[in-house]
Every structure is written in structure tokens, then in C-alpha cells.
């Protein structure tokens, strides 16, 4: 089975949002993923990107327990650009080409991993789908959208 890919805005709305006005879906998205293990994926940039955005609130304690936990808890697989002896590939050309597509630095090191991944995965999930969509050689939804599938 292809992983579905999720996008940091729908672990930080579950982090910190608990009032916004898409918490309700969101969570039933989340659900849906966490009750079928190994079929949501992540890049270790939405990872890291998740924690730096929750920094300001958390204690280094707590920062550390939600990097080291989040597979867990999220029963995410996080996919890692590497070569065959576990080094980080980096490839600037392919993330400047994601820039060129008018994606921020951030969105272009995610659509970079997503392509490296692609025969893996079968969707890209982010409620800012309209910056990926077009932009990937897969399927981009939001979380509502994927329910609906």
C-alpha cells in the first residue's frame, strides 16, 4: 500500500490549535492515518519545521520529547533524502527548481523529498494544498478532501 504524505500544517494545527475552525476534520484525518499503520508518511524538513513552529511554546524538554515521540504518536514513517550509507542528500539544483515553480524554500525542500518518494506515495495532504497542487507528480487534497475520496 502507498503512504500518504502529510504536510506540517496538519500536525501544528493538532499541536496548537485546538479551537481552529478545521480542528474537527483535521483530527478525523489524523485518525484515519494513525488507524492504519504505515500508511502516512512525512519528510524529517515537516519534522523539523513542526518543532521550530512549536519552540516558542515548548521547554527544550518538551521539544526534544515531541521530535523523539512523534513517529509514535503520530504512527507516521518519516522519509529521509539519503544515499545508500544514510547521508543527508541535499540537492539544491532540484529544490531551486521547486523555488522556480513559486514555492518558498520550505514548500520547495518538501516537494523535493515528495519526489524522491513519489512511486511510494499516493497523496500529498496539506489544507495549503493550492501551493502544492500542480507542483507534484501526485494527487494533493486537504484533509477534507481525503475523507471524501
Known sequence: ????????????????????????????????????????????????EVCGI????????????L??????????QIL?????N?????DIAKIFGQIQK????GDAQISYVVERFASQLSCFVSWNAPHFTEKLPLLVRTPEEFLNL
Open 54 to 65: 512549536l519552540s516558542f511554546n515548548l521547554s527544550s524538554e518538551e521539544l526534544l520529547q
Open 67 to 76: 521530535y523523539g515521540d512523534f513517529i509514535n504518536y503520530y504512527k507516521v
Open 1 to 48: 500500500m502507498k503512504k500518504v504524505f502529510i504536510d506540517s500544517d496538519i500536525f501544528v494545527r493538532d499541536l496548537r490549535y485546538p479551537r481552529d475552525a478545521r480542528t474537527e476534520s483535521n483530527r478525523k484525518f489524523i485518525e484515519k492515518i494513525k488507524s492504519k499503520k504505515g500508511l502516512g508518511g512525512t519528510s524529517i524538513f515537516n519534522l523539523l
Open 86 to 90: 544514510g547521508n543527508l542528500q541535499y
Open 102 to 105: 513559486k514555492q518558498s524554500l
Open 80 to 84: 529521509f533524502p539519503a544515499d545508500a
